[in-house]
């Protein structure tokens, strides 16, 4: 179900620069440290923007993924009522769900982009400049946020010509692109973990492809802890993307939620992320 993405387009590491990353090998001042956190984070969320910009084709190809669960699983499932949403139609259910899951279908394959600026000889650079490497990896993990921001809203737009009560609130929907945000943080962070740990491209795929599922179906995405089986339920209390759409289903239908322990619980995985995929950075430059 899940789409693997593209592997970065195939060139020299000049042309890569060209498209903006050029802007995070200029060499800092010494002892420059974290003072340059914002700038590396606000550079990388750039280029992704600019690739964006430059081709918007995979913004059209990423929204089919979610408009056919809107449209056939979702539609489908709210004639039949066969899972129980407290009176809330399925569509509108499931809608949050779908959000967190187009994020988290970018975000978990963040690290083959790591790989490939290793093979580019762009992270050995990057590596030697003073810049701390949860630096390096934070914004690396914002501009995968940004990413799934985007597509985040393409698929909110889906979901509301097909009629989802959907929230407008501008605090709301500020709080729904925080809860994007950290999500893709962690993701993009556990790609790349896994990335530090098996070292390459195809590797990196097929974990990704065996653990999106899993984290999808153990998640309440497609249906409430209430259904599921006990120890169901107990993956899918240890499964941050539950939290994510907790969190979004609240803020999107006002439905019951724990908003204060959802984003708690995606701040402390987003730090861990960072720090494990930090620890491992290293080895991809080796």
Not at 92 to 104: E, F, H, K, N, R
Not at 153 to 178: F, H, Y
Not at 185 to 200: E, K, Q, W
Request: charged residues 15%; glycine residues 8%; contains cysteine.
């Amino acid at each position: 179900m899940s789409e693997a993405p593209a592997a970065p387009p195939a060139g020299s590491a000049d042309q890569y620069r060209a498209d903006g990353i050029d802007l995070l090998l200029r060499p800092p001042e010494p002892r420059a440290g974290w003072r340059l956190l914002p700038a590396r984070v606000v550079a990388m969320c750039a280029v992704e923007l600019q690739k964006l910009r430059h081709d918007s084709t995979e913004l059209y190809t990423r929204a089919v993924q979610p408009a056919l669960w809107l449209l056939i699983f979702g539609q489908t499932f709210t004639r039949l009522r066969a899972i129980p949403t407290d009176g809330v139609p399925y569509i509108d259910y499931l809608a949050p769900g779908i959000i967190a899951q187009s994020a988290m279908f970018i975000a978990i394959f963040y690290g083959i982009q790591i790989i490939w600026e290793r093979d580019a000889g762009i992270l050995n650079k990057l590596l030697v400049t003073p810049t701390p490497r949860s630096a390096l990896i934070t914004g690396k993990a914002f501009a995968a946020g940004v990413k799934s921001l985007v597509q985040a809203v393409v698929v909110i737009l889906i979901a509301a010509l097909l009629g989802v009560a959907l929230t407008w609130n501008p605090l709301k929907l500020l709080g729904v692109a925080a809860i994007v945000v950290l999500g893709s943080v962690f993701f993009s962070c556990l790609s790349m973990t896994i990335a530090g740990i098996v070292l390459n491209r195809d590797r990196l795929m097929g974990f990704g492809q065996a653990i999106t599922m899993p984290l999808f179906f153990g998640s309440n995405a497609l249906y409430p802890l209430s259904v599921m089986p006990g120890w169901l339920q107990a993956v899918s209390k240890a499964n941050p993307l539950s939290y994510q759409v907790d969190a979004l289903r609240g803020l999107l239908l006002g439905t019951p939620h724990h908003l204060a322990l959802d984003f708690a619980v995606l701040l402390v995985a987003a730090a861990l992320g960072v720090a494990a995929a930090s620890s491992l950075l290293g080895r991809l430059a080796r």
